[in-house]
Nanobody, 117 residues
């Protein structure tokens, strides 16, 4: 029953915006670094943004200035605000809790983002 659930994906035009959300389902203590990954068909999965429990962020060069990752410690959710979307942003986006030495990783099921006219 323990899982991460993504929402907010969909079809948008180039230049448009989407906000993805990731919420835990089941008993999950969300204090690890959280991240968003994406995978396009036939391509390797890549990390696009991450955020530590203290709020430090990291972004892939391809999304800097356009995407913003944030987390709500009270609600135990992590979001990805995506602005000025481009066709190359089309992919399945996955939420992930990064592992530590004592706490395992968890992956969400993925949500499709399609940027097209």
């Amino acid at each position: 029953q323990v899982q991460l659930v993504e929402s907010g994906g969909g079809l948008v035009q180039p230049g448009g915006s989407l906000r993805l959300s990731c919420a835990p389902s089941g008993i999950v203590v969300v204090i690890n670094t959280m991240a968003w990954y994406r995978q396009a068909p036939g391509k390797q999965r890549e990390m696009v943004a991450s955020i530590t429990y203290s709020g430090s962020t990291n972004y892939a060069d391809s999304v800097k200035g356009r995407f913003t990752i944030s987390r709500d410690k009270t609600e135990n959710t992590v979001s990805l605000q995506m602005n000025n979307l481009k066709a190359e942003d089309t992919a399945v986006y996955y939420c992930k809790r990064e592992p530590t030495g004592t706490r395992p990783e968890y992956w969400g099921q993925g949500t499709q983002v399609t940027v097209s006219s």
